[in-house]
């Protein structure tokens, strides 16, 4: 989860949008939390990570269907289907298991190496007529509506994807300025309007 820098604007590009208009502008405070919250949605709402899972989930328990129908071949064929079932649905758990260790595994290895200073500071999200400009003390960058991936919610965070694989992360028990029920709605506006 990077944030892309672009051009800094060098003055507002809406001059009919008060820049600090209560629905258009957002304060808030990323922790090292909020980051790991972000890698589990993916992980469990990603469209990517789901169609990755189900691809690799369905060839490793055909795979070893085949080699225990195989291996029990000299059985009664009622055994050998239930043994080849049996054996296949817990190798297929603990595939699912050690998939999901792995993938939170590398992810917490990830954020040990990577600079964090982007992402570990106070935000602000501020829209503007064609760009949502994000404001921290590191960089400024700006993204136009049509570029913006998607808008997602969880129960404590939201979600502005840039991509699939990138997203502003906005905690909601965080916010220290702006109303993030009035924000998100303007957004989705603002994205489908830009979009046709």
Same mark, same amino acid.
């Given at each position: ?44 709402? *990603? ?59 590398? *992810? ?14 106070? &935000? ?24 913006? &991936? *998607? @808008? ?16 502003? @992360? ?27």
């Amino acid at each position: 989860m990077s944030i892309n820098p672009y051009e800094s604007p060098s003055e507002s590009t809406s001059p009919g949008l008060e820049p600090d208009a209560d629905d258009a502008v957002l304060r808030f405070e990323v922790q090292i939390e909020d980051v790991k919250a972000f890698q589990q949605y993916y992980y469990r709402h *990603s469209r990517a990570m789901r169609k990755r899972r189900y691809i690799s989930m369905a060839i490793w328990g055909f795979a070893f269907f085949a080699m225990n129908y195989l291996l029990f071949r000299e059985m009664h064929w009622f055994l050998q289907l239930t043994f080849t079932i049996a054996l296949t649905t817990i190798a297929t758990t603990f595939y699912v298991i050690l998939n999901k260790w792995s993938y939170f595994y590398q *992810s917490r290895n990830n954020l040990r190496n990577m600079d964090l200073s982007a992402l570990i500071c106070d &935000h602000e999200l501020r829209q503007e007529d064609e760009f949502l400009i994000e404001v921290t003390t590191v960089n400024v960058s700006r993204h136009a509506y049509d570029k913006l &991936h *998607s @808008v997602e919610e969880s129960p404590n965070h939201a979600f502005i994807f840039m991509s699939p694989l990138q997203a502003h @992360v906005i905690p909601k028990q965080r916010i220290t300025q702006g109303d993030l029920t009035r924000f998100l709605p303007l957004l989705r506006e603002r994205i489908e309007a830009a979009k046709g």
